[in-house]
């Protein structure tokens, strides 16, 4: 019964997509996320676009499985993520009053080739990553609900959301965006308002709630969230994308509304782990299989269908940037609706491959990919803020010394990086590694600088 409800609904969000698709494809849209007529998105477009864009379904399970773990101080470390749009909004003012286009153009102004070249080569892990991890989260849906691996579904998901995303690049994402983030709403709003409402919901309990391993972890985390949330939004692509298609007052503004509105919803959505920590529900399936046995059916496929619309929309957008990283960054493919739509095959299919891999654990992706960048912290800071001039060699021991510790997390248990790590829980790891990397940038990045 549930599978089929859920087929249905997910069905329906497909023709909605396709519905939304922009009729006509052009270079300028693909590209550039322009409207038909030339026009740049509106400001609630904007907003909607960059908050469904970044409420993925990866992110909504880390919000509940941190919540269910180490309680309110697990939901809160990862939201304190979404403080990325007020870094990231800041830094897209800054580069704008600079009059830089994007954060390549930048880079490239700076420290030539070399800024551009390390800087998309995190981007396009980062975009990978993306696909990768939104498609596992479709897999372990289909496989607490349907059985087996899910890989099927991931398939049928990976060529659905390849086929309007290659239809019109990055104006088919964000038009796309607005209506699958009014389903999301929707969806989820009725869930969380079921969830307050029931019997044996206490909103005292889930704001001082431990978790099942106790909070300690959880505000080391929020520690490490405090240290990369400056660069991490420079990082992100899809962020960066849409910080340069509107008016400068425009922009800043979605920037503040999708602030408020994501961390709202990665705040409830961290309700439903913190919940099932609290009543003594046992972990099943990413949570998964636990809130099939927790909640009514009709509130289960609610929030199924809230990580599938989140899936689904991220995944457009992934794609519409690396197809823009790859033709109008790199140069490595024509700019045309032909060369766009063969990147967004290669990054889907690299992505569908990857969850194969056997790696479920949410969010290393995060924890990598957010030390990798890193170094942009002490060059955006001492370069774009203090507008002080820094030499290459700098830059590239910043940038040497973030991929060395997004290499010691993702290797942490091997010989060679376990000898060097303190003996703890892995979080406890990680925040000595972002420390690390930044006082070892800072210093290379200050030791380089001069007055511009």
């Known amino acids: ?33 322009l409207s038909d007529g030339g026009s740049a998105p509106g400001l609630w477009m904007l907003v909607l676009s960059q908050v469904t864009t970044w409420i993925f379904a990866r992110s909504l399970m880390n919000a509940a499985i941190l919540g269910y773990y180490y309680g309110i101080a697990g939901t809160l470390a990862y939201a304190a993520y979404y403080g990325s749009f007020l870094t990231g909004g800041f830094i897209v003012s800054r580069l704008r009053a600079g009059g830089a286009s994007s954060v390549q153009d930048w880079l490239g102004a700076q420290f030539g080739s070399t800024g551009t070249t390390s800087y998309n080569v995190v981007i396009g892990l980062r975009l990978l990553s993306e696909v990768f991890a939104n498609l596992l989260v479709v897999g372990l849906i289909a ?31 964000l038009r796309t965006d607005v209506v699958q983030m009014v389903v999301f709403l929707i969806a989820f709003g009725a869930a969380f308002i079921a969830l307050i409402v029931s ?28 240290l990369q949330v400056f660069s991490y939004p420079a990082h992100d692509p899809v962020m960066m994308d849409r910080g340069f298609i509107a008016d400068e007052d425009t922009t800043r503004r979605s920037f503040l509304h999708a602030f408020w509105l994501s961390t709202f919803c ?47 929309s991220t995944l457009d ?12 960054e ?42 990798a960048s890193m170094f942009l912290s002490p060059v955006l800071i001492v370069g774009l803020i203090m507008g002080r001039k820094i030499a290459v060699w700098s830059y590239m021991v910043a940038f040497a010394a973030a991929i060395l510790g997004a290499l010691a997390y993702f290797g ?37 600088a001069r007055k511009g």
């Open 1 to 33: 019964m549930t599978a089929t409800i859920l087929i249905t609904i997910f069905a329906l969000i497909v023709v909605l997509s396709l519905v939304a698709a922009p009729r006509r494809a052009t270079v300028n849209g693909f590209f550039g996320g």
């Open 143 to 173: 496989g607490a609900v349907l059985g087996g691996s899910g890989t099927t579904a991931i398939l049928v998901v990976a060529v659905l959301g390849l086929a309007y995303s290659a239809w019109g690049g990055l104006s088919a994402a």
């Open 199 to 226: 019997p044996g919901f206490d909103l005292g309990a889930v704001l001082t709630a431990p978790g099942t391993a106790g909070a300690y972890n959880g505000w080391v985390l929020l520690a490490v969230a405090a």
């Open 266 to 312: 990665i705040i409830g959505f961290g309700f439903f782990g913190i919940h099932a920590s609290l009543i003594g529900a046992e972990y099943e399936s990413e949570l998964i299989g636990t809130w099939g046995i927790m909640f009514p059916t009709w509130i289960f496929v609610l929030l199924l269908v809230s990580l599938l619309v989140s899936a689904m």
């Open 317 to 328: 957008s992934a794609l519409a940037s690396a197809s823009r990283l790859v033709v109008e």
């Open 330 to 371: 790199l140069r490595l493919a024509p700019r045309t609706l032909a060369g766009g739509r063969a990147v967004m095959v290669v990054f889907m299919l690299a992505g569908a491959v990857l969850t194969l891999w056997g790696n479920k654990t949410l969010f290393d992706a995060v924890a990598v990919s957010g030390t």
């Open 412 to 448: 942490r248990a091997w010989p060679s990086f376990a000898a060097f790590l303190p003996e703890g829980h892995k979080y406890e790891q990680l925040l000595v590694i972002c420390v690390v990397v930044l006082v070892v940038g800072f210093a290379a990045v200050l030791a380089g």
